[in-house]
């Protein structure tokens, strides 16, 4: 792993608080400015409501083979082995129980986490090989810990997306200032440009960190748990975000979800992960079934198939004798 991999922290400077480093160890925080990224081609035209797998999508290739990923404090890895390979402009969901590993095979897909074996590639290139600014023009990451000073206002937190594509001193260039508006637009918080970080409501925060991450303008956008946490209202937008992305750019998605309906509404590929092992993945018409849910969530459910994708209505918990795994998380995912 890259030692100079970066995520959004703040020095204590009185004109303008910039990025620091960090290396692989501690807490996820606002990993948008310097989590990698390449300037990503977007608008062409919208393939229309709902999923848009109907037209060719010309993206970036990115796939994670035979991983083994853990962490410092545990002896046996939470991802053993595992390849993904994630389909170009398109949204795969990341689904499973907590500690099933799903932010795990995230921050190692993110180069925040060393793996131990396997390769990530992006378009070809081992993400592992590249620096951090050139990874961070290629690659967008949004954890689930963000960290911003309160006073700092909504666009001057924006304006961070665009730290990869800048030298330390260099001022905005007008194709900045315009990817910085696409962004705030995209997010929908134009309106709370001027505003201090500090005085918005949790889910108007979360909208100005993925403003923030889309400023980045990647062909690749990693997303931790973007709705949790938030009111339904908030994680409409949020994931109307993501549907915006798929269905009018190339950008390639992959989003860690808790909420299976949501996934299964809005993602074209679900990946299904229980104790550290995909169990699942494919469409979500093709995956989401009532077998899926006993062995992967321990639930009993009906599934029916609507417009919207498959809908999901729990019924019973299901106990030992339907448990084929731990239900205890693994060290350092919650998810």
């Given at each position: ?8 922290n ?31 081609e977007?608008?062409g035209?919208?393939?229309g ?11 970036c290739?990115?796939?994670?083979e ?20 994630v ?7 990341l ?23 396997g ?6 290139d ?9 990874l ?34 260099d ?16 997010a ?64 390639t ?15 074209d590929?679900m ?25 992967v ?22 106990h ?15 998810s």
């Amino acid at each position: 792993m890259n030692d100079d991999y970066v995520t959004e922290n703040w020095n204590e400077t009185e004109t303008e608080r910039e990025p620091e480093t960090r290396t692989d160890g501690g807490e996820s925080v606002a990993v948008a400015p310097e989590t990698r990224q390449r300037s990503g081609e977007s608008p062409g035209g919208p393939d229309g409501p709902g999923r848009s797998g109907e037209s060719e999508r010309s993206g970036c290739e990115f796939a994670g083979e035979e991983l083994v990923i853990g962490y410092s404090s545990g002896e046996e890895p939470v991802i053993d082995g595992e390849t993904l390979r994630v389909e170009p402009g398109e949204v795969t969901a990341l689904v499973g129980p907590n500690g099933s590993g799903k932010s795990t095979l995230l921050k190692g897909l993110a180069d925040q986490l060393s793996i131990r074996n396997g390769r990530v590639l992006l378009d070809g290139d081992d993400v592992y090989s590249l620096s951090a600014k050139e990874l961070a023009k290629r690659l967008g990451l949004l954890s689930q810990e963000n960290v911003s000073p309160n006073s700092i206002p909504v666009e001057k937190l924006v304006e961070h997306g665009r730290y990869p594509h800048r030298g330390f001193f260099d001022s905005l260039t007008d194709e900045d200032r315009e990817a910085i508006d696409r962004a705030i637009s995209l997010a929908g918080v134009d309106h709370l440009r001027d505003r201090e970080v500090g005085s918005l409501s949790g889910g108007q925060k979360q909208l100005v960190w993925i403003a923030m991450v889309l400023a980045q303008e990647t062909d690749v956008l990693l997303l931790d748990e973007p709705t949790t946490f938030l009111d339904l209202h908030h994680q409409l937008e949020v994931m109307e975000i993501v549907e915006t992305l798929r269905d009018e750019s190339d950008i390639t998605v992959v989003v860690v979800l808790h909420d299976i309906d949501q996934a299964a509404r809005y993602a074209d590929h679900m990946v299904a992960l229980k104790d550290g092992s995909i169990r699942a993945q494919g469409a979500p018409d093709e995956i989401v079934t009532e077998e899926l849910l006993a062995d992967v969530f321990e639930i009993e459910a009906v599934v029916e198939p609507t417009a919207y994708g498959p809908q999901i209505t729990p019924l019973h918990p299901l106990h030992d004798e339907h448990s084929h795994g731990s239900d205890t998380p693994r060290p350092g995912d919650g998810s």
